[in-house]
Nanobody, 122 residues
Framework: QVQLVESGGGLVQAGGSLRLSCAAS????????MGWFRQAPGKEREVLAT????????SYVDSVKGRFTISRDNAKNTVYLQMNSLKPEDTAVYYC???????????????WGQGTQVTVSS
């Protein structure tokens, strides 16, 4: 069992930046791949970025590639999502999750945080 808590969301103007954090507890954090996901109103949850257990491998979906950066600090049991050049369509609840693989797939992740709201104004 892994417990995850997201933080860092808020309201930002288009073109601005936010940094999300996900603090983990429970099982050994470094044993898990991690991912960032989001869900907008009326939409399905979508994967944004994933990172392997060591932090040496990352993957991004095209919509955030070049704008978002996922990273992790295993010593702090924390994963981050740096979001730059934010767009109104980025507005959603953002979730972090832990799983056994860093593939870009929602189904690969077993443990989820409760989410943090990100709102981007035009």
């Amino acid at each position: 069992q892994v417990q995850l808590v997201e933080s860092g969301g808020g309201l930002v103007q288009a073109g601005g930046s936010l940094r999300l954090s996900c603090a983990a507890s429970g099982r050994t954090f470094s044993s898990y791949a991690m991912g960032w996901f989001r869900q907008a109103p009326g939409k399905e949850r979508e994967v944004l970025a994933t990172i392997n257990w060591s932090g040496g491998g990352t993957s991004y979906v095209d919509s955030v590639k070049g704008r978002f950066t996922i990273s992790r600090d295993n010593a702090k049991n924390t994963v981050y999502l740096q979001m730059n050049s934010l767009k109104p369509e980025d507005t959603a609840v953002y979730y972090c999750a832990a799983g056994v693989s860093w593939v870009v797939s929602v189904s690969a992740y077993d443990y989820w945080g409760q989410g943090t709201q990100v709102t981007v104004s035009s």
